[in-house]
T-cell receptor, first 113, second 118 residues
Framework: EAQVTQNPRYLITVTGKKLTVTCSQN?????MSWYRQDPGLGLRQIYY???????DKGDVPEGYKVSRKEKRNFPLILESPSPNQTSLYFC????????????FGPGTRLTVT | AQKVTQAQTEISVVEKEDVTLDCVYE???????LFWYKQPPSGELVFLIR??????QNEISGRYSWNFQKSTSSFNFTITASQVVDSAVYFC???????????????FGQGTILTVHP
């Protein structure tokens, strides 16, 4: 089954404790992206990657890191999480060659206390 | 920079009513794509439609229809004879075509919460 998976689905952590949210897709998509969803703000793009080893900032990259060492994986790293990073996070992927629709993972709800 | 505005924060209707969700966008790119996504209470994001800026034809899919007007930078979504299962948050989104000023960036609107009462 074609899908985007994220882990963990729920995470409660404390300020400053480094964490990684994993994202994996099995559709051989070149393009992957991370978003955060906050009430009243919709979804905002954090980082995106056009292909392996090619990443770029979205609209809200501060406080986040990403890496793309393999085509299928695109982890999101919070080196020193803060309470304002409490949010619902989505990973997405799509095929290259055009801005086709993106396939989204199920979401990760992160709470930073 | 690109921007998508969904001015309607929440809409409440009774089943079988028609409802239109508004989407207005801003972009400096001459070619771009527009999307609508649905987020039901379960939380996942479901793709509904993609529209190329070259194609201003309206589209109908069952009870759903979309009206794209480049002259007013709008891409509105209408649900005919709404049903309780249509209750969800709906997002409009915009991305430039290849070669655009921010290719790869997908900008979402704030979302419209639609509640359909039985």
């Amino acid at each position: 089954e074609a899908q985007v998976t994220q882990n963990p689905r729920y995470l409660i952590t404390v300020t400053g404790k480094k964490l990684t949210v994993t994202c994996s897709q099995n559709m051989n998509h070149e393009y992957m992206s991370w978003y955060r969803q906050d009430p009243g703000l919709g979804l905002r793009q954090i980082y995106y990657s056009m292909n392996v080893e090619v990443t770029d900032k979205g609209d809200v990259p501060e406080g986040y890191k990403v890496s793309r060492k393999e085509k299928r994986n695109f982890p999101l790293i919070l080196e020193s999480p803060s309470p304002n990073q409490t949010s619902l996070y989505f990973c997405a992927s799509r095929a290259s060659g055009g801005p086709y629709e993106q396939y989204f993972g199920p979401g990760t709800r992160l709470t930073v206390t | 920079a690109q921007k998508v505005t969904q001015a309607q924060t929440e809409i409440s209707v009774v089943e079988k009513e028609d409802v239109t969700l508004d989407c207005v966008y801003e972009t400096r790119d001459t070619t771009y794509y527009l999307f609508w996504y649905k987020q039901p209470p379960s939380g996942e994001l479901v793709f509904l439609i993609r529209r190329n800026s070259f194609d201003e034809q309206n589209e109908i899919s069952g009870r759903y229809s979309w009206n794209f007007q480049k002259s007013t930078s709008s891409f509105n979504f209408t649900i005919t004879a709404s049903q309780v299962v249509d209750s969800a948050v709906y997002f409009c989104a915009l991305t430039p075509n290849a070669g655009g000023t921010s290719y790869g960036k997908l900008t979402f609107g704030q979302g419209t919460i639609l509640t359909v009462h039985p």
